[in-house]
């Protein structure tokens, strides 16, 4: 099983400032199949991004997405209010599908 | 526009089965994947597996090992997730979502459920 490491824990900025959260793969992993998710409490997750870098329907360009193989990134770029919440990253290798254990964004 | 309804919330007893359902309301599955995922409270997402509706092909994942039946009926736009041997560690939101991409089990879940509370309790 590939096991989906999230890093930091919790990050806590200002508005305006830039979100850079990392997910690292215990082993490589196909671009296609890694995706990010935002969960607010009470609420589904929400697709942020899939296929490593393509925004999925009504998301803002604030949030982009990059990496390859182990090291993957999401990046927002000026951090808004409502972008606060829980972020996971998934990915699915071998018809199994594991996601990380999530990167706590809040803001000051 | 397509959504996922689960259905309610249930308290059930340890040992015991549950099956959840997720159904399509407004529209179809067509030849999108529903995936079952799992939070427990206060813990991250685990995925259980999934069903292509239109094919019948289901994966399971490797966690559950004989403990989990995904099904579907066409006819009513229904997937159904039935869980056995119940333990107080299985409490937890279950929620259906559909894959991005058709008939991928893969690409990521853009249509999710409203999630449906189990509590395993005596």
New interface residues.
Partial sequence: ?VVLTQSPGTLSLSPGERATLSCRASQSISS??L?W?Q?KPGQ????L???TSTR??GIPDRFSGSGSRTDFTLTISRLEPEDVGVF?C?Q?SS????????TKVEIK | QVQLVQSGAVVVMPGSSVKVSCKASGGSFNNNVI?WVRQAPGQ????MG?ILPVHGVI?Y??NFPGRVTISSDESTNTVYMEMTNLSPGDTAVY?C?RD??LYS??????L????SLVTVSS
């Fill in positions: 099983e296609d199949y995706a998710y969960q589904a997750p929400r697709l991004i899939y296929g999925a329907s996971y998934q699915c018809s199994q599908v594991t996601f990380g254990q999530g | 995936n991250g997402l685990e995925w999934g994966k994942s490797q929620y979502a991005v991409r089990f893969c690409y990521g879940f853009d999710w459920g409203q999630g």
